[in-house]
C-alpha cells in the first residue's frame, strides 16, 4: 500500500476540503437563526459564497486570516455562540488533516509539512477528523442548535465521496508504513489511530500485524507503549476489542500507568499546554491537572457495549487510585459511577481483571460514602 513521495502542493493536484469547518460555519449560521440567503446580505456577499462554504467547495482555509477572523466575529454579533471562532479554528484544523490525506493519496508528505506531525492531538480536533466517518456530532458542538426551518433531506454531517475517503486512508496506510524513523513517532502513530476507522479487510488485517508487532514487544518505553497503545485501540474502534484486553494486561506497572494518565489529561483537555511530542507523558509530576474533567468523561463512557471498556475501566481505577479526593464532596459524580459499575456487575461484558477493578472502584466508594 506505500507509495511515491509527495508534497502539501505536489503534482497529484489539490483535492483541498473545507467539509468540516464548512459544517460548522452552518451550524453557526442555522443557530443564530439565519437562512443562507439573510446570512449573505448580512455579509454583504452572494448566496453562492454562503453555500460553497458550507458545502466544502469552497474552503474557509482560503480566506485570508484577516477576513477568516472577521468573518467568526460577524457570526457571533449574528447570534451564534461565542465559542463559534474556537469551533471554526479547530475544524480548520481537521479539513487541513484530511485535505492532507486526499492530496497525497499513496504518497508520502514529509514530517514537518504534516498537520498530523505537528502536535499531539485532543479530542476534539480528533473528533472533528473522525466526523465524516462516522457520522457522529461531536458533543463539543452540542450548543449549537437549528433555528432555521428545514428545507428537505439534508446530510447530518459534514461528508466525503468514496474516491475521497479512499485516497486519505490510503495516505494513512503509506504513513503507518514508512513512518518508522526517528522524529516519524508522532506522525505514525496518529496515523495508525485513525485507521481504526477504516473498515477494510486489508486495513483490519494490517492493524493486526501491527499489534503482533508493537503489542508484544516488551514496554521499554513511552514510544513503544503508545504504539501499542494505538494499534490495539485502532482494532476495537475496527470491531476487534481482543487485542486491547491484551493491552491493558500488559500495562499495569506504575510507568504504563502514569503515562496513560498523562494521555488522558491531555486528550481531555486538562493538561492547557500543547504538546509537540509524546514526551509528556512520561512525567511524574502530575499535579498540573485535576482529573475532575477526566473523571467525568471516563465514567460516561463505562458502557457494557464500549469498545474501549477495557481501558476506560483501567484508566478509571487508576485515576481514583492516585485521586481518591475525586469521590469525596462529588456525590453526583459518585452516584454516576455506583450506577455504572451496578450495570457492568450484572452483565457479562467484564473480564476478571475487570472485575477486579469493579471491585476496587467499588470500595473507594464505601470508603468516600464514610
Known sequence: MGGGSATLTGSQGSHSTGVVSGYVLKLARQTAGLTQERFAEHLAMD????????????PLAAMNAGDFVRLCARVRRLGAPATTGRHLRTALEADLVLSTGITASSGWVDPDLHPLAASVHRKTLTNLITWPFTGHLPPELGMF????????????????????????????MTVAERGVHQGEALLRRQAVYLLGFDHRDQVTAWLRQEWQSAGRRPVADVTSLLEARSASVALASAGDPSHLHDFVARTTDSRAELANL??????IGELGDDQTDDAFMADGDTKAWSGVRLFEHLVNRLAPTSPHLPLNLQTVHTLVASRPALLAGQSAARGALAEALDILTSGEALT???RDQVAG?????????R
Open 145 to 172: 442548535t437549528s433555528n432555521v426551518p428545514r428545507r428537505g433531506p439534508v446530510p447530518p454531517g459534514p461528508t466525503l465521496g468514496a474516491e475521497a475517503r479512499i485516497r486519505f486512508f490510503d495516505h494513512l
Open 262 to 267: 498523562n494521555y488522558w489529561a491531555h486528550w
Open 361 to 369: 472502584l467499588h470500595y473507594a466508594l464505601r470508603l468516600a460514602d
Open 352 to 354: 476478571r481483571a475487570g
Open 47 to 58: 448566496v453562492s459564497t454562503i453555500q460553497g462554504w458550507e458545502s466544502g467547495r469552497r
